[in-house]
């Protein structure tokens, strides 16, 4: 009997974009159950039971809400606290225990919400954790709904008629088919339910105020001054109308239906407000109100009660603690914010998780010229979150660039995902606060010493291929790039210059971060030099020297942007003279123009008025910086984010030869020795688990004496290892605790009382067959309290903190991220015979770093974990882990916060 998996409970959004609760079915749901059958038409009762029923038995209850989790299992969907659907699975008695049958049933009056699709993915979900490889279900051929579930689920499919009715077969395992699918029911039911919120039709302001000055009098101001295109509803009991509107002192008195509204009222009367607004069947909440969950602990159950409200009304809410949304579509012009300027309409969505960085933000966008689609500003999270607007904005046909300014992750598993697919399509540039005030975490192996607060950020982030930048200024200048001109192609830079040091100052800049200035060939420079002075350079950078004007500017750009010799342009002027700017600027413009948009183009104008309003046309805009080092940083970025563009996806490879069953045992043996807290494997069992996944330590033995030692030396032959057995020494090497290469009966009896006399408590040794050779670096794993497992590669043995030379990746990792971390860490020459060194077996160490990802995954009980130093053998000799620490602790299922990441859902207990 598995315990309850009290950590299953989800908030799932329906495919009408509707929420629902969905956890697992308890003993005390019975009634509910009952009621559940009672609703259902006797035609959904025959497909569910094959046969005309009237009523379930009390034995029939009994069975059905008593599971054992395990074996049997389901789940329920909720709407407050009705139950409208039921999805089960018994896993079928006989030879064959890896296959279970499905059964699912749905209020007729919640049909085509989605419900069933989210039941079946859950089930899915959860019999893998539980060895149940296939499922199974027999389908009456006119139970359409049914079926579609099935065929849209993305599983392979087999199906049989016997005595009229199909019998749907189909294994568990992900596919590439169903993860696509998943990913659309989610993007389709996400997006739907924030359309309410973007796309309103009528809005009311709970807190509307006729004091300008105040938050609702602001709020209230914007929507009326950029002509929001539905209709405004102020609610305020103490004014008959506010700036000129009728005002209600309620929600509920409003005669027509209202999809959005806001919400600028004093904490104490917020839940009332949102009480009301469930019961008048609004959609979409704007909380602007402070005071919940950044508050403290009254805070955050007031914001508890807040988000219950929400979910059982079907709504969805941005914010608490927030300053609004808004969006430039002109079919609505929703200023839903109470900043003191709107923003210019363009093609940039924005998230902002500060309400005062948010104005600053818009603030900046429009002294730039950055057009915005649509901007939010999160505030609390407590519902829709930055996932959320991922998927919004992923189709959105107004948004080409997503801007985040982060101060924490909600879900970063799920957000690593969204990411991964969503770059693809749009860059994702962010900023992310909070990068340093952590500092080391405490912990007690190489690996947690290594990975600082940024870490897990930085690693998400790159395998994601989140543009990240380190401050606002970096935020403005990518973003302006990506805005406005394609994305580069390639890192071979052109640079035109009517001034040298200018010119310099840049070529150095690019070159510092990776980026290349071609020779141009001898066939380009002549087409340039025609139209130059003879003082001009034209190899690269192109230095048309002062003199140079507008037309020298046009024909110039008009052969860079012409030439297969470069990826990108950049354009630098200093105003030589009162006259020429405006015409110079209209030159470079008409040349992005020309060129529509097949080239990346970039301006710097180094003057202190900013850049002139010429570089910019309706349909072209020539990004502009003031000073060559910005152009150089945001063009690195935009030729990285190209580069990841054009790399392959990477997968999740399937590992042969392991076996998850005996590794979760001997852990589970040694949590039963030591207590639920858990601790460090000994050494014979840290074996077992490696061994069972592929991962082969060198023979070895425990000694608790000096005569034990030399006897298992002379067993083994040759030389041998002696590691001190202490639970003090943590690093035995720092403190003397390791004696190498002993080679007979001697050597090993005075190595044995060397290490074992460096701690008050040893009780023995182990010792281990000695590996000669081989480059040694490090494989280990951490796991993070908010991202989860991360898996490390580096140097390898003593000087692993001190060289610090490693790389991070989120788990799982795919073969991709296996080869890519070898190759970031400088040593990694090492392994290529660096200088005359032998190389080492880099495909034996990938298919390595691929086993552990696949450990940690199969068995989530693992929380801290060093193979150091590993042994890397010359080609085709393959890896030794020559010593490894395994620290674990106990689970309470085997869904682990940190780990889940299922699509349409938020954890209620992550």
């Not at 809400?65 to 395990?70: C, G, K, L, M, S």
């Not at 008959?240 to 239906?257: F, H, K, Q, T, W």
Request: charge should be negative.
């Amino acid at each position: 009997m598995v315990d309850y998996p009290a950590d299953l409970e989800f908030d799932v959004v329906l495919k009408d974009g509707g929420t629902a609760r969905l956890r697992p079915i308890r003993a005390e749901d019975r009634d509910e159950l009952d009621e559940l059958f009672n609703r259902l038409s006797a035609e959904a009762v025959y497909q569910r039971f094959f046969r005309a029923k009237n009523k379930l038995t009390p034995e029939e209850l009994e069975y059905f809400t008593n599971v054992d989790y395990d074996d049997r299992m389901a789940f329920v969907v909720l709407s407050e606290a009705t139950i409208i659907g039921v999805g089960r699975y018994d896993r079928t008695k006989g030879e064959d225990d890896s296959v279970a049958e499905v059964a699912f049933a749905v209020d007729d009056a919640h049909h085509g919400r989605g419900i069933g699709t989210q039941l079946l993915q859950h089930l899915t979900y959860y019999a893998r954790t539980r060895g149940i490889t296939g499922f199974s279900a027999w389908v009456l051929p006119d139970n359409y709904p049914m079926m579609r579930v099935f065929r849209n689920s993305g599983f392979t499919l087999r199906r049989h008629v016997s005595e009229g009715v199909y019998l749907v077969e189909f294994p568990t395992e992900e596919t590439p088919e169903s993860l696509v699918a998943e990913g659309e029911h989610e993007k389709r039911a996400i997006a739907t339910s924030l359309l309410p919120i973007f796309y309103p039709r009528s809005v009311a302001v709970i807190g509307a105020s006729r004091n300008p000055a105040s938050i609702g009098g602001r709020l209230f101001h914007n929507l009326l001054s950029e002509s929001f295109a539905g209709a405004i509803f102020p609610v305020n009991p103490s004014a008959p109308a506010v700036n000129g509107v009728r005002a209600y002192s309620s929600v509920l008195e409003i005669p027509d239906p209202v999809d959005l509204a806001f919400i600028v009222v004093p904490k104490q009367y917020v839940i009332a407000a949102v009480r009301e607004c469930a019961e008048k069947g609004v959609r979409g909440l704007v909380v602007i109100t402070a005071g919940f969950s950044e508050a403290g602990e009254e805070g955050e159950s007031l914001e508890d009660e807040l988000l219950e409200i929400v979910r059982n009304a079907d709504m969805r809410m941005v914010g608490p603690n927030c300053m609004g949304v808004l969006n430039t579509d002109a079919s609505v012009q929703l200023n839903g914010t109470f900043a003191p300027l709107y923003p210019p309409a363009g093609n940039v969505a924005m998230s902002s998780q500060s309400g005062a960085l948010g104005i600053a933000i818009l603030d900046y966008a429009k002294d730039l010229n950055i057009g915005i689609s649509t901007f939010v500003s999160v505030g609390n999270k407590s519902d829709v979150s930055g996932n959320d607007l991922l998927l919004y904005w992923e189709d959105d046909p107004a948004t080409d660039v997503i801007l985040l300014y982060l101060e924490s992750f909600g879900n970063p598993r799920r957000f690593s995902r969204l990411a991964r697919r969503i770059g693809r399509k749009k860059p994702i540039v962010a900023v992310k606060s909070g990068r340093t005030s952590a500092g080391t975490r405490a912990a007690s192996s190489h690996t947690g010493a290594l990975a600082s607060a940024d870490t897990a950020v930085e690693a998400l982030f790159r395998q994601s291929g989140v543009i990240r930048t380190h401050d606002l200024d970096e935020l403005f200048d990518i973003t302006a790039l990506l805005a406005n001109q394609p994305v580069p192609k390639g890192r071979r830079v052109a640079v035109l210059t009517n001034a040298g040091g200018p010119g310099i100052l840049l070529a150095d800049a690019l070159e510092s971060i990776g980026l290349t200035l071609p020779e141009f060939s001898g066939d380009l420079q002549k087409r340039l030099q025609v139209h130059l002075s003879d003082e001009a350079t034209v190899r690269n950078p192109v230095d048309m020297v002062a003199s140079a004007g507008p037309d020298e500017y046009r024909v110039c750009l008009a052969e860079l942007m012409d030439t297969d010799e470069v990826d990108a342009v950049i354009v630098i002027h200093i105003p030589a003279a009162p006259t020429g700017t405006p015409e110079t600027a209209a030159a470079i413009r008409d040349a992005s123009v020309a060129n529509a948009g097949k080239k990346t183009l970039l301006s710097v104008f180094m003057r202190s008025e900013g850049p002139p309003p010429e570089l910019h046309s309706d349909e072209f805009r020539v990004p502009s910086y003031r000073f060559p080092e910005s152009a150089a940083r945001a063009l690195a970025r935009a030729a990285a984010y190209g580069e990841w563009l054009e790399r392959p996806t990477g997968s999740i490879p399937v590992i042969g030869g392991v076996n998850p069953g005996a590794a979760r045992a001997t852990i589970t043996q040694f949590l039963e020795e030591v207590g639920d807290e858990g601790g460090w494997l000994e050494p014979d069992q840290v074996a077992e688990v490696l061994s069972a996944f592929g991962l082969e330590l060198p023979r070895s033995a425990t000694a608790p004496t000096a005569d034990a030692a030399a006897a298992i030396a002379a067993e083994f032959g040759g030389p041998v290892v002696l590691k001190v057995i202490s639970d003090s020494a943590l690093h035995k090497s720092d403190i003397g605790g390791v004696a190498l290469n002993l080679d007979g009966e001697q050597a090993v009896r005075e190595g044995f009382d060397r290490v074992t006399s460096v701690v008050d408590d040893a009780t023995g040794v182990l010792v281990q067959e000695f590996i000669a050779g081989g480059h040694e670096v490090i494989v280990g794993m951490t796991e993070d309290a908010s991202f989860g497992p991360l898996i490390l590669f580096g140097l390898g043995g003593i000087f692993v903190e001190l060289m610090r030379d490693a790389a991070f990746r989120i788990h799982p990792i795919t073969d991709l991220d296996a080869a890519e971390m070898i190759k970031e860490v400088k040593a990694s020459k090492l392994l290529d015979g660096y200088r005359g060194e032998p190389p080492g077996d880099v495909p034996a160490l990938q298919d390595a770093i691929l086993r552990v990802s696949a450990l940690i995954g199969a068995v989530p009980e693992i929380v801290e974990m060093d193979l150091n130093p590993v042994k890397v053998l010359p080609p085709g000799q393959g890896i030794r882990a020559v010593d490894a620490r395994i620290k674990v602790r106990r689970i309470s299922s085997a869904y682990v916060p940190g780990r889940v990441d299922i699509p349409a859902t938020e954890s209620t207990r992550a």
